[in-house]
């Protein structure tokens, strides 16, 4: 998980349990990294460059991320127990390559969902390669300009979401 142009990229990253992450500095400026959230709380101290060790992210949820310094950064790490899943491409796509043909039960999570939390996408069979599915989820529009950096509320919610996250 990167910052770049003091933001995290990727804005969400996800992973699979048991995942180590790096949080290298790719900025000429210092990030201080952290999180509240119950799946991994941790705070990288004021740093440039990459940390020594990588972080293990080995519960299931979602990780908000911030940096002490500044206040519109936010990020989201979401670490899945499940071994198939993506996050979408800027056009709203995703590939799950090699995805065997099967009955299942699909989930879908955008920060911008009421209250962060995951979402039905109901049940899907995969006869075969090449399969498409279409799915649609309701998210909250951003407040304010989109190209501006968010107001210190808008990351206090993110956070504050994420404290209250029902334990998986």
Not at 6 to 35: K, M, W
Not at 43 to 57: K, Q
Not at 132 to 138: D, E, G, Q, T
Request: hydrophobic share 40%.
């Amino acid at each position: 998980m990167d910052q770049r142009k003091q933001e995290f990229v990727p804005h969400v990253l996800a992973v699979r349990t048991g995942t180590l992450i790096s949080f290298p500095n790719s900025d000429n400026i210092r990030h201080q990294v952290y999180s509240f959230s119950a799946p991994k709380r941790f705070e990288l101290r004021l740093y440039e460059g990459t940390p020594t060790d990588p972080l293990l992210f080995d519960k299931p949820g979602v990780v908000v991320l911030g940096c002490n310094i500044h206040d519109w950064m936010l990020g989201y790490i979401y670490v899945s127990d499940d071994p198939w899943f993506a996050v979408t491409d800027a056009n709203g796509k995703l590939s799950i390559d090699q995805l065997p043909a099967g009955h299942y039960s699909v989930t879908l999570w955008h920060p911008q969902v009421t209250d962060m939390l995951n979402q039905s996408g109901g049940e899907l069979d995969i006869a075969a390669a090449g399969t498409s599915h279409n799915f649609s989820l309701a998210v909250q529009p951003p407040a304010g300009d989109a190209t501006a950096a968010p107001a210190p509320s808008a990351f206090g919610n993110a956070f504050g979401n994420a404290l209250s996250e029902p334990q998986k």
